[in-house]
């Protein structure tokens, strides 16, 4: 069974940077696990931030980037403001199947 | 504007059935491929099953094969999941979301419905 593996927890001061990150169980993530990114705040349905590793919706504030770091994704979260206290969820495609990340709650401290 | 508004959900008790529907608006459906993701209360997300734009392709977590079943009808602008012998376990909200139009995006989500197995 893949499992994918973020941190469960981070915090970060108000205009500070954060990177989150994405692992996956089967080895290293590529661009081929077409990673995606979400936000949820308490209460609200899940938003996405980032498709395809970087790539940003037309909504995605210019502060928050997607990439590969390290044989993992990665979303770094710079100038970070008060609203981004939330929790984030990566999400990573297998041949038929796709699996989300535990989930990393990010506090703003 | 695009929306996704699911329904369906409500108490049911185990080993019982029910149908979620998302019905879509504001695209061209027919084009984009959708998912089922489920949220237990106070866990994480956890992908359910997705469907091409033309139901030629069908996935569902290992998990839950064999009693969820998904399918879609263009001509209504609607995705559906069946859920049957439904367990404790099962209890969570339930949220449609858009995939990708010939891409791996997912980019717009509905509200959720919430469905409970409980006796």
């Known amino acids: 069974q893949t499992v994918v593996t973020q941190e469960p927890s981070l915090t970060v001061s108000p205009g500070g940077t954060v990177t989150l990150t994405c692992t996956s169980s089967?080895?290293?993530?590529?661009?081929?696990?077409?990673p995606n990114w979400f936000q949820q705040k308490p209460g609200q349905a899940p938003r996405s931030l980032i498709y395809?590793?970087?790539n940003k919706h037309s909504w995605t504030p210019a502060r928050i980037s997607g990439s590969l770091l390290g044989g993992k994704a990665a979303l770094t979260l710079s100038g970070v403001q008060p609203e981004d206290e939330a929790e984030y969820y990566c999400l990573l495609y297998y041949p038929g199947a796709r699996v989300f990340g535990g989930g990393t709650k990010l506090t703003v401290l | 504007e695009v929306l996704l508004v699911e329904s369906g959900g409500g108490l049911v008790r185990p080993g019982g059935s029910l149908r979620l529907s998302c019905a879509a608006s504001?695209?061209?459906?027919?084009?984009?491929?959708m998912n089922w993701v489920r949220q237990a209360p106070g866990k994480g997300l956890e992908w359910v099953s997705s469907i091409s734009s033309g139901s030629d392709y069908i996935y569902y977590a290992d998990s839950l094969k064999g009693r969820f079943t998904i399918s879609r009808d263009n001509t209504k602008n609607s995705l559906y999941l069946q859920m049957n012998s439904l367990r404790a376990e099962d209890t969570a909200v339930y949220y449609c979301?858009?995939?990708?139009?010939?891409?791996?995006?997912?980019?717009?989500w509905g509200q959720g419905t919430l469905v409970t197995v409980s006796s």
């Open positions: 504001g695209f061209t459906f027919s084009t984009y491929s």
């Open positions: 979301a858009r995939g990708g139009s010939g891409t791996y995006i997912w980019d717009y």
């Open positions: 089967t080895g290293a993530v590529t661009s081929g696990h077409y």
């Open positions: 395809s590793t970087s």
